[in-house]
């Protein structure tokens, strides 16, 4: 797997609303095995397999991560914002920022980052529930015109933090929700295609999970596609305050997790597990009992009805500036999906009866 592509993909700004810089890369990457490419009016991107082909697998992870939008620029140039997504305000207190401009320079847009820090007080240190009404980020500027000529309301933030390896193959950085989940389907795409899958492959990368659901309900509606596999991030029990017993044991390097859920379609689970124990990937289980809090919930309901597979990446701290995850989860992830598309020539059915 490419792990520069991953770098990238973090290292990109792409606050819920704002994620052009991650689609760009997506699209550039798609490039090299994709036969067809779009976007589309909601902030996708598409890169598409065959995409003559009579049955069409939707693959979906979302390039949007958490983070703020600047709301107001105070006289004495701070900035006040408002999150986007769910965000945890506190651990944004001291810590360091970025804000990404955008503009139109010479009739282009442009993109520029600004460096700034979550502003420090011991009144915000002792708050149990900080608000990010309650934040302020302070870029160095020593008024409001000096901070407006850098910075406008509607921009983004978000914590300005770089990929790091840690042992056991494990990285921690910002928004792995859900750019590992972009890199597996982007991965698993090009490994399949490589391979000669037939089958069409549409890889969405999708825009506005953690905000508005809108990149998924459009994907399903303009793809119509004969399955989908969602892709994202769930919570590791394997860390302090982690509970197995809350949605399932979930180890970091177990391997890929399946739902069980009923979001989530049966058939696709059983092919997924037949091809994990063929292939020697070890797999896990979490619960859903409602709700999958995924795109898969917003897919499913789109045209008829999309039968819909929950592939999820295991993660640490999750929604923080330290989420970590495992490199060998990411590459089992995209062994398992791209054999699944190698084997969509006959459908997902499967005669064994229902459970
Ligand atoms: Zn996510």
């Known amino acids: 797997m490419d792990q520069a592509l991953l770098i990238r993909l973090l290292e990109a700004v792409t606050v819920s609303g704002n994620e052009e810089a991650g689609q760009e890369i997506a699209l550039e990457y798609g490039k090299c095995f994709a036969h067809a490419q779009r976007t589309d009016a909601v902030g996708n991107a598409f890169s598409v397999v065959n995409p003559d ?71 915000l240190l002792k708050k149990g529930d900080v608000a990010d009404g309650d934040l302020f980020i302070d870029i160095g500027a020593a008024n409001r015109a000096e901070a407006a000529a850098v910075v406008s309301v509607g921009d983004s933030a978000c914590a300005d933090t770089r990929v790091r390896e840690l042992l ?57 596609p004969d399955c989908a596999v969602v892709v994202d991030v769930t919570w590791a029990s394997d860390c302090p305050g982690g509970d197995p017993g809350s949605n399932g044991e979930v180890r970091l390097g177990g391997g890929p997790v399946l739902c069980h859920s009923g979001m989530v379609d049966k058939r696709m689970n059983r092919r997924l597990a037949q091809i ?13 009992a409602g709700r999958t809090y995924t795109d898969g919930d917003t897919l499913l309901k789109t045209g008829p009805g999309v039968p819909v597979a929950l592939v999820s990446i295991p993660l640490r701290y999750m929604h923080s500036s330290v989420e970590i995850a495992s490199l060998d989860d990411l590459q089992a992830c995209i062994e398992l999906i791209a054999e699944f598309l190698l084997r969509m020539d006959g459908g997902f059915d499967d005669p064994a009866p229902m459970p």
């Open 276 to 288: 994990a124990a063929e292939k020697g990937i070890s797999l896990q289980y979490e619960v859903a």
């Open 168 to 224: 056991n193959r494990r990285v921690t950085a910002r928004a792995l929700d859900d750019k590992a989940g972009a890199f597996v389907i982007l991965e698993a795409a090009r490994l399949a295609a490589g391979r000669g899958a037939s089958c069409g492959i549409v890889v969405n990368t999708c825009a506005g999970e953690e905000t508005t659901g809108r990149g998924a309900y459009f994907a399903g509606a303009q793809t119509r």
């Open 53 to 123: 082909a009579a049955r069409r697998v939707l693959l979906c992870a979302h390039m949007d991560e958490i983070g703020f939008r600047v709301t107001h620029i105070c006289e004495d140039g701070m900035l006040r914002v408002q999150k986007a997504g769910g965000v945890r305000a506190g651990l944004y207190v001291g810590s360091p920022m970025q804000v990404v401009h955008e503009c139109v320079e010479d009739g282009r847009a442009v993109r520029r980052r600004v460096c700034g820090v979550g502003v420090v007080t011991d009144e």
